[in-house]
């Protein structure tokens, strides 16, 4: 089956600038996440939803970060403006239902950003 | 909320030796416990999990301990080979409410050949 999609794979933009990744998840997956790893550390979980619903938007700096996925499927996630503790990979994970041990975590390749 | 040590941060083994990585949790309530390897560049791929009603698991080369009551965690790995070359990262949730992954901060393992 494909995999969990992601684009762009790598963006540099300056401090203040805005930015959006985009995420398809694996087919029939209604549970979503967006998770930023910075360099050295593990992924932290930014926004979970449920078809297109939020479950858990807790550590998602909402004065400048924002993610939707209107249709239940893509999702987007913005960030307007970004500063340069906001450089880091950006990794989209899909699941069939939340993170019941029967349904795995299926990570994207990620979106690596560096702001200057 | 729950909280994930993770250590050592490096590790660095003979081809054939044994690695082991552990980590603790603060939340009682956490019930699930995957394991995450990521190469260099790439995205993290699970390899083995286990659950809280379980104490231990095994799949090849790999095995998994968990001690609910001290809540620690353990990754065991036999025979490493150099391709076991990556950052293995661990994580906890309750999978009763969400199941929100909260990650260790990584170790870095290198089998030297």
């Known amino acids: 089956e494909a995999g969990v999609a992601q684009s762009p794979r790598y963006k540099i933009i300056e401090k203040r600038q805005s930015v959006a990744f985009w995420c398809n998840p694996i087919s029939g997956h209604a549970t979503l996440y967006w998770y930023q790893q910075i360099l050295g550390q593990g992924p932290k979980l930014l926004i979970q939803f449920q078809n297109n619903g939020v479950v858990d938007d807790s550590q998602l700096p909402k004065d400048r970060f924002s993610a939707e996925r209107l249709k239940g499927v893509d999702s987007t996630l913005k960030i307007q403006p970004a500063k340069l503790e906001d450089s880091a990979v950006y990794l989209c994970a899909s699941s069939l239902v939340g993170s019941h041990p029967l349904n795995e975590q299926f990570f994207g390749p990620g979106t690596r950003l560096t702001v200057l | 909320g729950e909280n994930v040590e993770q250590h050592p941060s490096t590790l660095s083994v003979q081809e054939g030796d044994s690695a082991v990585i552990k980590c603790t949790y603060s939340d009682s309530a956490s019930n699930y416990f995957p394991w995450y390897k990521q190469e260099l560049g790439k995205r993290p791929q699970l390899i083995i999990d286990i659950r809280s009603n379980v104490g231990e698991k095994k799949d090849q080369r790999i095995a998994v301990t968990l001690n609910k009551t001290a809540k620690h965690f353990s990754l065991h790995i036999t025979e490493t080979q150099p391709e076991d070359s990556a950052v293995y990262f661990c994580?906890?949730?309750?999978?009763?409410?969400?199941?929100?992954?909260?990650f260790g901060q990584g170790t870095e393992l290198s089998v030297k050949p």
């Open positions: 994580a906890a949730t309750d999978y009763n409410q969400g199941g929100k992954l909260i």
